[in-house]
């Protein structure tokens, strides 16, 4: 990057740390650190929730997504709304009523301490393992990127993180995420207008859209129904409903956002503006992807994204091999750039006969070139075993350090850095919470001053934050970092939503059988999803999002069992 890029990168940060350390310096109580003082408006609540689910992750993967495999990912969010205004009617009026600090006080009072210390310790381990994630995702592309270790990126991403979280609490975290939510959207509307005026003379945004059509890449829903198809119509409006629910219903991190408004309808209108807005958010960076890839049908990409990996690659005996490769790539890239421009003035000149037969073509050359892109990650893999081989998530961030100008990349680069500040700062935060809250002060410390409370939380959130960078040193990455959050969250959010639904709707189940189900459900998504990992045939296979729906029923069903059978015996 250029010395004006790094100007813009770091004034950006470092100006996002001061404000909140400097907004926020006067939380003196337990109360105004973990609450904020609740004096929140609706639109900082709802830029708050947006930006906590925003992560790094959104913004790297996300358009890679998109790349390489259209924009039917949008269909995730469809079942966002819905869970909005369930959470909105049933959860918030019960926490704001028990004016509670942690979404998991409210379980003790509906069952005992050991179901509530479960749920707490569930949403620990499952958000403990998401804090090195969103601070690793990022790092892992950005050292490669900007030339700098991991270790270096993890520490500059985590401890600008711990300053102003642990400083601040619950309203450092609120009022900075204002600033990270402008400058990614800011950044990314940039860069989406940006690729549009990258692309040929005579090639507008209609144009790009018909190419992106006629190559299935707008396949933006699917109403077949498929328990292996991780995202279609059905999965998004079941799965994915139960996933949000989840996690914004019962996660600590999210929770915390929306107990800081000023009132109920404060923070109602909060999570309404989530519901309303995260769909086109989404769909912006969704569309970004693809324009990308539009883009590279007329410049040649490169064969792996990943070019420090190939860089490494080809100082090793593969270099031949991958050097005849690349050849034959670019030989299919000019095939594809003249069947692309035929397909254009066919478009233009509305011909149907010519569109289908430039589309066959291109189409064709498409799957060459996508197998010979299969070829090299297979030869990435043989050379270098240690390497990943899936370049997703540097597809983006390629396109924005070689074609866009210089400003622009340190503004990029900012938005990254923003989206995993932010998200990061919530999780530390909900993870210093809720150890404090349902852990030490309910059980180890419980008659000890406010103030010492205090401290207790900026110590905790301290200890998270250095466990979350330790952890996210020794990582290795997913199939694809935004799948990777997603199935962290489908293999524990279900346990305990499962726990909350029978809280909320559920009488009848009592605190030990809604204990036991809660364990047995777990025990057995972990079963399923070692299931699916081993099952080549795909017999067995679930989406990982369906995990959402068969946990929390799983959990909600056996309560009743073992409920029922508790009952038996002591009529018996």
């Known amino acids: 990057m250029s ?94 009523k028990l004016k509670v600090y942690t979404a998991y006080e409210y379980l003790e009072s509906r069952f005992d301490v050991k179901t509530r210390m479960l749920a707490a310790f569930i949403f620990l381990i499952q958000r403990g393992l998401a804090a090195g994630i969103t601070i690793y995702a990022p790092s892992i592309i950005l050292s490669s990127l900007l030339g700098l270790r991991l270790f270096e990126t993890n520490i500059i991403i985590g401890v600008l993180v711990i300053i102003y979280t642990v400083s601040g609490g619950t309203n450092a975290v609120t009022q900075t995420q204002k600033q990270q939510m402008a400058v990614m959207m800011g950044g990314m509307i940039v860069a989406g207008v940006l690729v549009v005026l990258s692309l040929p003379e005579g090639v507008g945004i209609s144009e790009a859209l018909h190419i992106a059509g006629k190559m299935d890449k707008l396949n933006v829903v699917n109403f077949e129904f498929d328990l ?72 040649q990409p490169p064969v792996f994204f990943n070019e420090t990996v190939m860089e490494n690659v080809e100082q090793t005996e593969y270099a031949e091999v991958i050097e005849t490769v690349e050849s034959y790539y670019t030989e299919v890239f000019e095939e594809k750039r003249t069947a692309v421009g035929d397909l254009v003035h066919a478009l233009q000149g509305n011909d149907e006969k010519n569109i289908a037969l430039a589309q066959k073509k291109l189409n064709n050359l498409n799957e060459r070139s996508k197998a010979v892109s299969d070829e090299v990650k297979y030869i990435v893999k043989a050379a270098l075993p240690d390497s990943e081989a899936n370049d997703k998530d540097y597809i983006f961030m390629h396109f924005v350090m070689n074609t866009l100008p210089i400003g622009i990349v340190g503004l990029l680069f900012a938005v990254i850095f923003s989206a995993a500040m932010s998200s990061t700062s919530s999780e530390l935060n909900a993870l210093g919470s809720t150890t404090t809250i349902d852990f030490y002060k309910r059980k180890i410390k419980p008659e000890a001053s406010d103030k010492h409370y205090l401290n207790s939380s900026k110590l905790f959130t301290l200890g998270w934050g250095v466990l979350a960078i330790i952890f996210a040193s020794y990582l290795s990455l997913f199939e694809n970092l935004i799948q990777a959050v997603n199935l962290i969250g489908s293999l524990f959010y279900p346990i305990i939503l499962g726990i909350f639904i029978v809280a909320f709707f559920f009488p009848f189940v009592k605190s030990n059988a809604v204990f036991l189900a809660a364990l047995l459900g777990q025990a057995v998504v972990i079963y399923v999803h070692y299931l699916n990992t081993i099952d080549a045939a795909g017999v067995l296979t679930m989406g990982y999002l369906w995990y959402n729906a068969f946990g929390c029923v799983l959990v909600v069903l056996l309560g009743f069992v073992i409920q029922g059978i508790g009952q038996r015996r002591r009529t018996d």
Request: glycine letters at 10%.
């Open 3 to 96: 010395s004006i890029d790094w100007i813009v990168l770091f004034s950006t940060l470092v100006g996002i740390v001061a404000y909140g350390v400097w907004k926020t310096r006067g939380a003196k109580t337990m109360d105004s650190y973990l609450r904020g003082g609740d004096d929140n408006k609706w639109w900082a609540i709802g830029l708050s929730i947006m930006a906590t689910q925003a992560s790094a992750i959104t913004f790297l993967s996300t358009p890679g997504q998109a790349y390489t495999d259209g924009m039917r990912f949008i269909q995730f969010y469809f079942g966002l709304p819905v869970a909005m205004i369930i959470i909105s009617v049933f959860f918030l009026p019960i926490y704001y």
């Open 228 to 299: 292996s198809d991780r995202y279609n119509f059905w999965s998004g409006m079941t799965g994915a409903v139960f996933l949000f629910l989840s996690y914004f219903g019962t996660d600590q991190s999210q929770v915390q956002r929306y107990l800081s408004g000023k009132s109920l309808s404060e923070s109602r209108l909060g999570l309404m503006m989530n519901g309303l807005l995260k769909v086109p958010m989404q769909f912006i960076i969704l569309i970004i992807g693809v324009m990308v890839f539009v883009y590279y049908q007329f410049n």
